[in-house]
């Protein structure tokens, strides 16, 4: 089965009950699950392949500023399939183009987009590590 890892991020923490409810209402597993906040540091770590794009501050910023609750997705397609859930990056996208996805519910703007998603399955092992990388993983 394929794995990635998905993260809430601090603006939608409000909402992680419902984030939840969706992967799992959606087939997806959830393998580990873990919450906790990011240093500005473990954040500037997690992001490093966009540093220097003018976001990046601000991603820093939103996501070392409050909890994390950082999952391993498993399921077939898994990696694409939250992508899917997670609908655009942008909020205002997404709540045009895909509304009933979970940016366009629980999302704010560009950068508070209330949720991560791995791209690439090699992206998706660095990111799950980076997070359960303490754990026996079995
Ligand atoms: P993620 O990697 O978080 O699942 P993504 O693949 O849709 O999201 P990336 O391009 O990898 O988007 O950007 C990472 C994060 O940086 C986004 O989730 C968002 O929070 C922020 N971001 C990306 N593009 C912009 C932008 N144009 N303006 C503001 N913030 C942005």
């Given at each position: 089965q394929e794995t990635t890892c998905a993260m809430i991020k601090p603006d939608a923490m409000c909402a992680a009950g419902k984030i939840i409810e969706c992967i799992l209402s959606n087939g997806l597993l959830i393998k580990h699950m873990r919450m906790c906040q990011l240093s500005r540091k473990e954040a500037e770590e997690f992001y490093?392949?966009?540093?220097?794009?003018?976001?990046y501050e601000a991603l820093i910023l939103l996501v070392s500023s409050g909890p994390v609750i950082a999952m391993e997705l498993v399921g077939e397609n898994a990696l694409c399939r939250w992508r899917f859930l997670l609908g655009p990056t942008s909020t205002e996208v997404a709540r045009i183009k895909?509304?009933?996805?979970i940016r366009a519910q629980y999302g704010s703007d560009t950068t508070r987009n209330a949720c991560h998603g791995s791209d690439t399955h090699e992206n998706a092992r660095i990111e799950t590590l980076f997070f359960f990388k303490c754990w026996n993983m079995g």
């Amino acid at each position: 089965q394929e794995t990635t890892c998905a993260m809430i991020k601090p603006d939608a923490m409000c909402a992680a009950g419902k984030i939840i409810e969706c992967i799992l209402s959606n087939g997806l597993l959830i393998k580990h699950m873990r919450m906790c906040q990011l240093s500005r540091k473990e954040a500037e770590e997690f992001y490093q392949v966009h540093k220097g794009k003018p976001f990046y501050e601000a991603l820093i910023l939103l996501v070392s500023s409050g909890p994390v609750i950082a999952m391993e997705l498993v399921g077939e397609n898994a990696l694409c399939r939250w992508r899917f859930l997670l609908g655009p990056t942008s909020t205002e996208v997404a709540r045009i183009k895909a509304p009933s996805s979970i940016r366009a519910q629980y999302g704010s703007d560009t950068t508070r987009n209330a949720c991560h998603g791995s791209d690439t399955h090699e992206n998706a092992r660095i990111e799950t590590l980076f997070f359960f990388k303490c754990w026996n993983m079995g």
